[in-house]
């Protein structure tokens, strides 16, 4: 969201907005690492290396960091309100 909408929303809908990008971010972090241990696990071990299973990961850190903005925008209007 852009910043001018986030201005458009009320405190409460912030709140909301602000809760939902975190729980988003706290899914993200086991299943990161769960995909991280088994890639480790694999190479590890001494097996082939899943190329599917690293580009998962890879992807999932992506939409982990693509997070951080938006929390930050949010977090910057909820502390220009207060």
Request: charged share 25%; glycine share 8%.
């Amino acid at each position: 969201m852009s910043k001018e909408e986030l201005k458009k929303l009320s405190i409460v809908k912030l709140r909301k907005k602000e809760k939902n990008v975190k729980t988003l971010a706290y899914i993200f972090v086991p299943v990161i690492l769960g995909l991280l241990y088994a890639s480790f696990d694999d190479y590890i071990g001494g097996g082939e290396i899943d190329s599917s299973l690293s580009i998962i990961a890879i992807c999932s850190i992506g939409g982990f960091v693509s997070l951080l903005p938006e929390l930050k925008n949010i977090n910057e209007e909820l502390k220009s309100r207060s």
